[in-house]
């Protein structure tokens, strides 16, 4: 018996398939298979595939587009079940072929009552116009389990006294992750602040040729393990705080600055921002980086999630323990935090993998990246909530939100009374 349960081409006589539109202001054109957009349409063709109930399916179709435009914001290649409020789910994976079409796939779980899927594809909000010429929908197996074990640690380095003593009590954490298998070990903000009464430039290190990240290196490949150490970089004369990151044979992979410097940073030491979002590609899955101030940012994690990260590590010295669930939640991200108040590791649904406060003590959390279940699912389907990565799901007219935002952010504030005293 064949796992395909529905297939078409452009090539077969006949149609099933039918335009469509919630409301008919909103209808596209329609024209010889075609759906030509129009700046406020939503459409498109749609037709019912009968299903012998859910389970795990392979999504795949291939179409032309005559321009080039945010494939993932304006077309349409959904599936709908018939199951319950009819979750949707919807294409957020696209490759341009060669000969100039598009193939988008997705692979999704149908609730186990699903009678039938609604396959619609067409155009929002978009002049675009879009021809569908094959689509597939198979059985498959589920996604395999995609493991990591994420070490953190609460641990803060300021009144270790001496270089020795923090390189020693550093050597101490890895060691404690590497014995408990770690994938990776996410040490705190700035370790090599060693010091409360030193100025930041004689205690900072060059990376990735500095104490902190030789020794990061050599346990990184002692133990065949990940390891994220962050730590006050002076590189050409100037400050920065910095997360560098190591691969499982020691070697370099690249660093995060930190961006939004938390005050005193600036002011009494003369740090200077970064301005580079990296997404690092490991074995096991996507990773970026937010070092503490950031956290109060939502686009800190946001452009990362948009980049493809499935964990952000979050190094710091004191954070707001609320913003962390609501990080994971909003940017459907696994959150890493080792911090110098407690240590744990954040699901897509804002829970605790692991947690402690307990000072100098490496937990091990495991995460499966392959399972990132969205929160409020009583709605289903990935067009529902946390958007994170998803530009399918943020479900407006265009990225204009991002380009308004980035506009005023260069406004000086002239909305009538500032209060000086916030309370």
């Known amino acids: 018996m064949s796992d395909t349960v529905f297939t078409w081409s452009m090539d077969e006589s006949g149609t099933i398939w039918q335009p469509w539109s919630p409301r008919k202001e909103k209808w596209p054109q329609f024209e010889n298979g075609e759906v030509r957009g129009t700046p406020l349409c939503f459409g498109g063709y749609r037709t019912y595939v009968p299903l012998d109930g859910g389970g795990w399916f392979r999504f795949e179709v291939t179409f032309a587009s005559d321009r080039e435009t945010a494939l ?6 959904l599936l709908l079940t018939d199951y319950g409020s009819g979750p949707a789910d919807a ?4 490759t341009r072929n060669a000969d100039g079409t598009v193939t988008g796939k997705l692979a999704v779980k149908l609730h186990p009552q699903a009678k039938g899927v609604t396959i619609l594809f067409g155009l929002r909000y978009c002049e675009n116009t ?9 059985r498959t197996q589920a996604l395999p389990p995609r493991k990591a074990r994420i070490g953190v640690c609460r641990w803060w380095p300021n009144h270790a006294g001496s270089r020795e003593n923090y390189l020693a ?16 070990m996410l040490l705190t903000e ?22 902190g990240c030789r020794l990061a290196s050599e346990k990184a490949r002692q133990y065949g393990m990940y390891v994220c150490i962050c730590l006050s970089e002076l590189e050409g004369g100037h400050l920065y705080t910095t997360a560098a990151l190591f691969g499982r044979d020691g070697a370099y992979i690249g660093k995060y600055r930190k961006t939004h410097l938390y005050f005193p940073e600036e002011l009494e030491h003369g740090v200077t921002p970064g301005e580079d979002w990296p997404v690092f590609d490991l074995d096991f899955g996507h990773v970026g980086i937010v070092i503490c101030y950031d956290s109060w940012f939502p686009e800190s994690f946001r452009l990362p ?3 493809g990260a499935e964990l952000i590590l979050f190094p710091n010295a004191g954070h707001e ?3 962390i669930p609501a990080r994971a939640i909003d940017s459907c991200v696994y959150v890493a935090n080792s911090a110098g108040s407690c240590a744990q590791v954040v699901d897509t649904m804002g829970n605790n993998v692991v947690h402690g406060t307990e000072y100098g003590k490496v937990l091990v959390g495991e995460i499966d990246l392959n399972h990132r279940p969205l929160p409020h699912a009583n709605g289903g389907g990935n067009m529902m909530s946390a958007p ?12 204009r939100i991002f380009a308004d935002m980035s506009a005023q952010a260069e406004v000086w504030e002239q909305r009538g009374t500032v209060p000086n005293a916030w309370c």
């Not at 879009?130 to 198979?138: G, P, R, S, T, Y």
């Not at 050597?171 to 990776?184: P, S, T």
């Open 190 to 211: 700035a370790v090599n602040l060693w010091s409360p009464s030193l100025p930041f430039g004689d205690m900072a290190e060059d990376i990735p040729g500095g104490a």
């Open 72 to 77: 993932q914001q304006h077309v349409l290649c």
């Open 91 to 94: 294409v957020n994976d696209f």
């Open 130 to 138: 879009v021809k569908l010429l094959f689509c597939k929908l198979k």
């Open 305 to 307: 999630a948009m980049k």
């Open 388 to 399: 994170g990565g998803k530009r399918c799901s943020q479900n407006t007219l265009s990225n």
């Open 321 to 323: 323990p609320k913003l």
């Open 169 to 184: 009590q550093t050597a101490e954490l890895l060691d404690q992750a590497g014995v408990q298998n770690a994938d990776l």
